[in-house]
């Protein structure tokens, strides 16, 4: 007689598309064991499916005799292939112009490394693809932000800041400057702000303007 079938089993486990935990199937699993002079481990792989969005990855579970928690019992070290996405790309990228849509989804993909370097010396191409677009060509970064700031498309506050992202970009690629993950978040903290202002909210405030029906006009106030 054929055996039944037994259902797959359920875990919860991170799942990156859907940014947080979710109930997972558990497709397959491999478990590994043994010991050295240092310990005993055990390696748990499970290939796992998300019941939300049904994207498959690889779950890995180690345990090793001698990292422990509190209770004295060996504390496991959980890893996910891939690796999660430390920042996400915004879907408003996929609005923007095509060589800015395609220069920004290679710098998320640098965010993943992190490429630290490549990172920022990204976000000064991205700046300068601005300034091309905006003003021309003409001039070196300095003058070309001053201009930006002359024609009212930056505030003050805003060319003070991408000057200071400009110069971490070239001191990156020039001067063996490597900037740390939390600096390189905040140099895209301020990227994705002018873009997002400039390609998107900017152009929709416009739309909504044009649309707003004018006000009725007042009649004339009685005098008493």
Not at 149 to 161: A, F, N
Not at 188 to 203: K, M
Request: charged content about 25%; overall charge positive; hydrophobic content about 35%.
């Amino acid at each position: 007689m054929a055996k039944r079938a037994t259902a797959p089993a359920v875990i919860q486990a991170a799942c990156d598309r859907c940014r947080c935990e979710t109930r997972h199937k558990v497709l397959h699993t491999n478990k590994q064991t043994g010991a050295d002079k240092n310990g005993a481990w055990r390696i748990v792989d499970q290939m796992i499916r998300c019941a939300g969005c049904h994207t498959v990855s690889l779950r890995r579970t180690e345990y090793f005799s001698e990292f422990t928690g509190p209770d004295g019992r060996p504390e496991p070290m959980v890893k996910y292939f891939p690796a999660p996405t430390p920042r996400h790309r915004p879907s408003w990228v996929d609005e923007l112009p095509d060589e800015l849509e395609g220069l920004m989804g290679e710098i998320y993909e640098a965010r993943r490394g992190p490429s630290v370097r490549l990172i920022a010396m990204g976000v000064r191409a991205v700046i300068d693809f601005l300034m091309r677009a905006e003003i021309g060509d003409e001039g070196g970064f300095e003058e070309k932000l001053k201009r930006l700031l002359d024609k009212g498309l930056i505030s003050e506050k805003q060319h003070e800041t991408l000057a200071t992202v400009v110069d971490a970009g070239s001191a990156a690629g020039h001067r063996a400057f490597k900037p740390s993950v939390a600096l390189i978040d905040g140099m895209l903290d301020a990227i994705e702000s002018l873009l997002q202002q400039h390609y998107i909210v900017g152009p929709m405030v416009a739309t909504l303007k044009l649309s707003i029906p004018p006000r009725p006009p007042q009649p004339p106030r009685s005098k008493k």
